[in-house]
T-cell receptor, first 112, second 112 residues
């Protein structure tokens, strides 16, 4: 039981490049979400999903896309990276029957 | 818009002390409140979850209380240990547990 896994752990991009941050969970959780954490600010919700095929926007969705084709995976796509997207990104999952959220180890992204 | 504040931002105590971390939120219409622990370079670990109908939750040396009417929660750590050194984050489940609004955290250092 690996819990919530995220890849890569570190990534450096140039402005304008695109990439996908991967998130997977093996707990059969319906709910998955992406947060970003910036210095001096709390974690902010980017996008979330309550099941395969269902996604919705959080507080800071601009510049990011998500899709949920399976229960296990919830990738986050940066379409055209900008320096403002330099951050640490966390994926989380939870069962709809229990409220505790489980977080992955994070991806540290730097956009030059 | 819900805002979550944590005071103090940093706290340094000697081993063995009992301590209290504070969390306040602006909108009392919350679904639940969670306390997380974050170690440097790591993800978040859920410590305690309090439903909006509850007043407190306990786990080992940790006790979290919730006063919705005043918009406050406290995390009490008894007999602190160096292993408790970490950043503690408070998060309010706003419109349903899916959307967490985080505070900026309290960085705790427990010295031997």
């Amino acid at each position: 039981n690996a819990g919530v896994t995220q890849t890569p752990k570190f990534q450096v991009l140039k402005t304008g490049q695109s990439m996908t941050l991967q998130c997977a969970q093996d707990m059969n959780h319906e709910y998955m979400s992406w947060y970003r954490q910036d210095p001096g600010m709390g974690l902010r919700l980017i996008h979330y999903s309550v099941g395969a095929g269902i996604t919705d926007q959080g507080e800071v969705p601009n510049g990011y896309n998500v899709s949920r084709s399976t229960t296990e995976d919830f990738p986050l796509r940066l379409l055209s990276a900008a320096p403002s997207q330099t951050s640490v990104y966390f994926c989380a999952s939870a069962s709809l029957e229990a409220d505790t959220q489980y977080f992955g180890p994070g991806t540290r992204l730097t956009v030059l | 818009k819900q805002e979550v504040t944590q005071i103090p931002a940093a706290l340094s105590v000697p081993e063995g002390e009992n301590l209290v971390l504070n969390c306040s939120f602006t909108d009392s219409a919350i679904y639940n409140l969670q306390w997380f622990r974050q170690d440097p370079g790591k993800g978040l670990t859920s410590l305690l979850l309090i439903q909006s109908s509850q007043r407190e939750q306990t786990s080992g040396r940790l006790n979290a209380s919730l006063d919705k009417s005043s918009g406050r929660s406290t995390l009490y750590i008894a007999a602190s240990q160096p292993g408790d050194s970490a950043t503690y984050l408070c998060a309010v489940g706003d419109t349903g547990f899916q959307k967490l609004v985080f505070g900026t955290g309290t960085r705790l250092l427990v010295s031997p």
